[in-house]
């Protein structure tokens, strides 16, 4: 059942995902398409999500936006009086961070290799940290075996935290432990995406990319052709799998895989990397006190990829 209403402002809205915006020009969502679309919204009770360009809102368009409850996407260098700050690549020292916000850090693998110091800096500051790779479909053996020593090393400085007090939330480490079901991307099953030009998509992605496709629109309204396709009971490998804290990235797994709802093998292994991390910082958080009293240990499994062992499942 969908749950939120994802408002494009403009065409050249921050991309929060793993996909880049192919779209470059300006294009602000007339106001009108974005009075309908508030009124879709409350009229379908859903939570409203507006992502920002790189460039102030009109007053008139702030005034419709603030007469209704919301969330703020905004990209960095527009960071003020946003719920979700989006950086692109690896901040440099301080610039731009403030204590109390949530982040969302989209990085190349290398960056992400490369950048721990920066990683913990921000992780340090922030209520709550999201990494989303943008090159998950790159991913090699080698990467693999990087990917693994990163998640150790971030693992131990939260580990740091919470013997320090702090509740770090780091969704790449920390998801896992707090969940005890899927928590994923939920595109076109929980979310809907409503873009400048009045249609509704999947995602902002299958928008900002070539090759996307409209699910409907404001006039018309929603029409989501195979909509159990969207759904993990319609996932025969990913029902199975206890990789709860995995996006389950609906675009990248059309784009790798051809299919929304199979994802790719890349992005199964990175997964089941965070999770056997997961595993291992809680076990080793316990061992400071108590944490999570009721909370089941995570099992150790001997497989990457669950197609591994398809035949057994």
């Not at 290799?113 to 500051?125: C, K, Q």
């Not at 922030?126 to 943008?134: D, F, P, S």
Request: charged share 25%; glycine share 6%; net charge negative.
């Amino acid at each position: 059942m969908i749950q939120y209403l994802i408002i494009l402002l403009d065409d050249t809205s921050v991309t929060f995902c793993h996909n880049a915006n192919g779209r470059k020009e300006r294009r602000l969502m007339p106001l009108e398409t974005l009075k309908a679309g508030i009124l879709y919204g409350m009229k379908e009770n859903l939570n409203i999500q507006f992502v920002y360009p790189d460039y102030a809102m009109p007053d008139e368009y702030n005034e419709v936006i603030e007469a209704v409850d919301h969330t703020k996407i905004k990209p960095a260098s527009m960071a003020e009086g946003a719920d979700v700050v989006v950086i692109d690549g690896l901040p440099q020292g301080g610039d731009g961070i403030c204590d109390g916000k949530t982040y969302l850090l989209r990085l190349t693998k290398d960056e992400m290799f490369a950048g721990h110091d920066a990683i913990v800096r921000l992780l340090e500051n922030a209520t709550r940290l999201n990494i989303v790779l943008t090159d998950v479909e790159t991913l090699t053996d080698e990467d693999f075996t990087k990917y693994k020593n990163v998640l150790e090393a971030l693992a131990k400085d939260v580990e740091r935290m919470y013997t320090e007090g702090r509740q770090p939330q780091l969704n790449i480490l920390t998801d896992r432990i707090m969940l005890d079901k899927m928590n994923n991307c939920g595109a076109g099953e929980t979310n809907i995406t409503l873009a400048p030009d009045g249609r509704f998509y999947v995602c902002p992605a299958f928008y900002q990319q070539d090759g996307g496709y409209a699910v409907g629109s404001l006039e018309d309204g929603l029409d989501i052709k195979n909509s159990q396709l969207y759904k993990l009971d319609h996932a025969p490998l990913c029902r199975r799998c206890d990789a709860y804290q995995c996006r389950r990235c609906v675009w990248l797994n059309r784009k790798t895989t051809l299919e929304v709802n199979t994802p790719s093998h890349e992005q199964c292994v990175m997964a089941h990397l965070e999770r056997n991390a997961a595993r291992l910082l809680l076990t080793a958080i316990r061992k400071h006190g108590t944490f999570l009293p009721g909370k089941e240990e995570i099992k150790e499994i001997d497989y990457l990829d669950p197609f591994e062992v398809r035949k057994e499942w």
